[in-house]
């Protein structure tokens, strides 16, 4: 009788489009030969092949980099984005700051006061 593995966890389980690659590998895979043959086919003639292998190599290695690379579940870009926010976007020194509950009441009455004193004509008092 054949038997199957089936794994426990079933969240790292990703489905297949084409040739065992998922949709985002395809496209990914796709914008690499996309961007790397054109570059090939144009250098050939102008650089020793070697040379532009390698070129094309590098030109496609972001698009791959993209396609396979993933820690902790994330995409690179996913990863990209919240390591450029730790580093550049986000403040170093995060202040603890809490906003007290009974200050925040006593604000609201203060403004409800004085709404109602600019409501009603009177005179405010401070």
Same mark, same amino acid.
């Given at each position: 009788?054949?038997?199957?593995?089936?794994?426990?966890?079933?969240?790292?389980?990703?489905?297949?489009?084409?040739?065992?690659?998922?949709?985002?590998?395809?496209?990914? $895979?796709?914008?690499?030969?996309?961007? =790397?043959? #054109? &570059?090939?086919?144009? *250098?050939?003639?102008?650089?020793?092949?070697?040379?532009?292998?390698?070129?094309?190599?590098?030109?496609?290695?972001?698009?791959?980099? $993209?396609?396979?690379?993933?820690?902790? =579940?994330? #995409? &690179?870009?996913?990863? *990209?984005?919240?390591?450029?926010?730790?580093?550049?976007?986000?403040?170093?020194?995060?202040?603890?700051?809490?906003?007290?509950?009974?200050?925040?009441?006593?604000?609201?009455?203060?403004?409800?006061?004085?709404?109602?004193?600019?409501?009603?004509?009177?005179?405010?008092?401070?």
């Amino acid at each position: 009788m054949a038997y199957v593995s089936i794994p426990k966890d079933l969240s790292r389980v990703k489905t297949k489009f084409i040739l065992g690659l998922t949709k985002r590998q395809t496209i990914c $895979f796709g914008a690499g030969a996309a961007t =790397g043959l #054109p &570059l090939f086919f144009l *250098l050939r003639g102008a650089l020793p092949v070697s040379a532009v292998s390698l070129l094309t190599v590098i030109v496609m290695l972001p698009w791959f980099m $993209f396609a396979l690379y993933e820690k902790n =579940g994330q #995409p &690179l870009e996913k990863y *990209l984005m919240c390591i450029i926010n730790t580093r550049f976007i986000r403040p170093k020194k995060r202040i603890y700051q809490t906003d007290n509950l009974y200050a925040a009441v006593g604000r609201q009455k203060e403004l409800y006061k004085e709404v109602s004193a600019i409501a009603s004509g009177k005179k405010i008092k401070r």
